[in-house]
């Protein structure tokens, strides 16, 4: 698998699979995110990717440093700053995402994404608006992997317009039922405001009603 550079070192992503072996002693909610949880909805490659994400909640996180003991755990704390990440210390809200490697001489293999939460509902870092329970965040793949349920994925890739968002969405918006095309157009217009999904998900709308 090629490495790819940055100012900290390479990035070697885990196959999904390696990644669903370390986390699969969790006794906490989690889900694969990102691009692998877009393939996992849409059953195909969609994309090459960079890295591999991981979404737990922000409740969570000393549960999921504690699964990887050995591991190295940098904490991207913004602007710009990429720190260790100290054995039981709780991040700070706006840290939300960790980087993850074996060791110091190995590429980084994992990145670990924190969300929040309030009561049994997720709520999103975006919006505090936008929530929904726990229960509803996540399908688990035939194969018995957790990955966060797409529209709750593409609402996040929304934010930025990247080509690779635009080609998760487009290979996406096949597979949506309804009541997700209807979750994600509320969650986009609360959030974004005027998006080009809008226009794209009210089609799709009117194809599904023309059946």
Known sequence: MATTQT???????????????????????????????????????????????????????????????????????????????????????????????????????????LDESADSDWVSHRNTRIRRPITTLGRTSAEGTPYLTPEVQLFYKASGLRQKGQTDFTATLPHLTAEQRQWLRAAIAETYGAHPWLGQLDHADQVATNR
């Open 7 to 113: 100012p900290w070192g390479g990035w070697e992503p885990a196959p999904l699979a390696e990644v669903v072996s370390l986390f699969s002693g969790l006794r906490v909610p989690w889900w694969v995110a990102g691009g692998h949880a877009i393939e996992l909805a849409v059953g195909r490659s969609v994309r090459e990717h960079g890295d591999i994400d991981v979404l737990v909640l922000r409740r969570d996180q000393l549960a999921a440093q504690q699964a990887l003991p050995d591991w190295e755990w940098w904490a991207a704390d913004p602007p710009g700053t990429l720190r260790p990440w100290q054995p039981e210390e709780t991040l700070p809200p706006h840290v939300q995402d960790i980087w993850c490697r074996p060791a110091s001489d190995e590429p980084w293999r994992v990145q670990l994404m």
